[in-house]
C-alpha cells in the first residue's frame, strides 16, 4: 500500500514539474527574445539561450526616459487609486446586498446584475465622460467610470453569505452597529474574497490602454500600456517600410515587442506573489453558493 501511494505522489510530483516548466519556458523565451540580436533572430529563429545578446530593443524603449518614467507614475497612481477605491466601494455594497433583512435587497441586486447584461454602449459613455462630466484629460477619467463592477460584487456579496448570520445577530445585541459589523468583522473575515477581487481588477487597470486612446490627448497623462501600444504600431509601420532590406541591417522589431511586453508585465507579475494565496482562497469561496 505504501509502495502504491509513493507512485503514485512521484508521479503527481513529474506531472506538476511538466506544468511549471510549461509555463517557466515561454517566460524565460520571452526574456531571452528581448536580449537576442535582431539579425541573429532572423537568421537562427528563437533560442532559449541567444547566441549574440542585444540591448538595442530596450534601448529603443527607453530612447526617452521622462516620458516612460511619466507614464509609468501617472498607471501606478490611478491604478492604485482606483484599486483601493473600488474595493471599498464593492466592499460597502455587497455588504447589504448580503443581508437578508435589507428591504431594498432585490432591486439593487437585479440593478446590479442587470448591468452584467447589458451596457450602454460606447458611444453614450462617451458623451457622458466628455460633455456631462468632463473628465476627459484628466486623470480622474482612469478612476471614476470603473469604481463598481457587477462581477466583483456578486463575488464578495457570496462571500459575505458564507458567514454564520448568527455571528452577525450577536454583534447586534452586542450594540454594534451596521458600519462597525461591516468594517470591523465582515470584511476582516473576507479578506481573501476582497484581495482576490482586488487584484482582478488591478491587473485589468494596469491592461488599460483603451482609455487613454479615447479620453486623453496630454502626452503627460498617457498610460504605460497606451505608451507601449504606439510604440508596437510605430514598430509595425517600420517593419512595412524595411520589407525589403536585407538581414545584416534590420532594426529591432521583432525583439521590441518582447521588450516592451516584459517592460508592462512586469511589475504585475512582482504583485501576483503577494496576492497568490488569498487568490486562490478567495475565488474558491466566491463560486461555492450563487
Not at 111 to 135: A, D
Not at 164 to 187: H, N, T, Y
Amino acid at each position: 500500500m505504501k509502495k502504491k501511494q509513493r507512485k503514485g505522489q512521484i508521479i503527481l510530483n513529474i506531472l506538476f514539474i511538466l506544468l511549471v516548466i510549461c509555463y517557466i519556458y515561454p517566460f524565460l523565451m520571452v526574456i531571452s527574445v528581448s536580449l537576442t540580436d535582431e539579425t541573429t533572430l532572423y537568421q537562427n529563429g528563437y533560442q532559449l539561450i541567444p547566441e549574440k545578446i542585444s540591448t538595442l530593443a530596450y534601448e529603443l524603449v527607453f530612447r526617452n526616459p521622462d516620458q516612460m518614467i511619466r507614464a509609468y507614475a501617472v498607471t501606478i497612481f490611478f491604478t492604485l487609486t482606483a484599486t483601493l477605491l473600488s474595493t471599498l466601494v464593492t466592499a460597502l455594497l455587497a455588504y447589504p446586498l448580503s443581508r437578508q433583512n435589507f428591504i431594498w435587497k432585490k432591486p439593487l441586486s437585479f440593478l446590479v446584475f442587470f448591468t452584467m447584461l447589458f451596457s450602454g454602449g460606447l458611444v453614450p459613455t462617451y458623451l457622458l465622460l466628455t460633455n456631462v462630466l468632463h473628465l476627459n484629460d484628466t486623470i480622474w477619467v482612469y478612476i471614476l467610470p470603473c469604481l463598481v463592477s457587477a462581477y466583483n460584487v456578486m463575488i464578495v456579496r457570496t462571500n459575505y453569505r458564507s458567514l454564520p448570520e448568527e455571528m452577525i445577530e450577536a454583534a447586534k445585541l452586542d450594540g454594534a452597529s451596521e458600519l462597525r459589523i461591516c468594517f470591523q468583522i465582515v470584511i476582516p473575515l473576507c479578506k481573501a474574497g476582497l484581495a482576490s477581487v482586488a487584484f482582478l481588477f488591478l491587473v485589468a487597470k494596469w491592461n488599460d490602454w483603451m482609455t487613454s486612446m479615447l479620453y486623453i490627448r496630454n502626452p503627460d497623462l498617457y498610460s504605460l500600456q497606451y505608451l507601449l501600444q504606439r510604440l508596437i504600431r510605430e514598430s509595425d509601420f517600420l517593419k512595412s517600410t524595411v520589407g525589403g532590406m536585407d538581414a545584416g541591417t534590420l532594426p529591432p522589431i521583432e525583439t521590441l515587442r518582447f521588450a516592451m511586453a516584459l517592460v508592462a508585465a512586469g511589475p504585475v507579475l512582482v504583485i501576483f506573489p503577494l496576492f497568490q494565496k488569498y487568490f486562490t482562497k478567495g475565488m474558491t469561496l466566491g463560486g461555492v453558493k450563487g
